[in-house]
């Protein structure tokens, strides 16, 4: 199986080849809802890939246009933004790129969580247990959704932001959750999402008006865009980071590996009309058989 060219840095997932980081979710088998995924390694995720340069400057520009869009934290994630201020210092984030807060700036959780997405080339979010146990979304920057707005998951329960995706909250709602309680501290899971896309352009917010795939006027500018993730437990707060990188790949080169052109067109066809929707494809279980043969 030939590698595809992509737009991203899947090669940073720990315990697997870059072609089965893209490839492993395109299963040749129906559409279902799952957490298949494996062992993850936080550090892995979070160093610096090649791209780098490119991807920090492009995240410092939106922060600075529009902060409040991106970036938001509650009163009552001190704690766990200041833990990972100390494991991002120790692991990910290089002197160098700390240049824009100073020592003491850095004691202010919102300086710190700027500070943390200012540096980092993934998204995250940080989230801690409600009273009744579930997990709440306290903190995070998040530059580059898909087709989503942070703004509007800052402080809901995992469940309610979940609660947009067709199916999925009835499908795997409490597996998520044990997974999630059954993590030990310190330790990582690591996973994939995609969905299909009119552009490779990280920054999907809704806010930009991409054009949803059907718009975009056929193959040329379709794109598989997969999301990989990694769900790590803080060790002293037991808070749970959730980190996502996006990496985009055009249908045209999906189409030249037969594999995996047949697990998506088998996964769209037999998806339910509503997951098509939400994932940009339209009504049309077909639409992909003439972009990919």
Sequence with gaps: MSEPKVRGIPELLSGATSSHDILSLLRNEDFS???RGWK???????????????ILEERRRFLVENAGLYCGVLPEAADCVSEFVALASRQFISADLADFPNECALNNPTTQTLWLGSGLEPDF?????SDDGVLRTVAGVVCFPSNWDFSEALGKKLHEIHGVVPGLNESVGDKIHALLQKLAPGDSWSRLNWGLSSSPERNQHPSRQIPRLLDSGGENSAWLR???????????????LFGIRPVSISLEEVAGIPEAAAALKRQVETMPTDMRIYKGIGEDAGILNSWLG
């Design 33 to 35: 809802f799952s957490m």
């Design 40 to 54: 993850g390694n936080v550090e892995s995720f979070f160093r610096g890939s090649p791209e780098q340069d490119e």
């Design 125 to 129: 979010m940080l989230l801690i247990p």
């Design 226 to 240: 997969v999301e990989l993730q990694v769900l790590h437990k803080l060790p002293r707060t037991s808070a749970i």
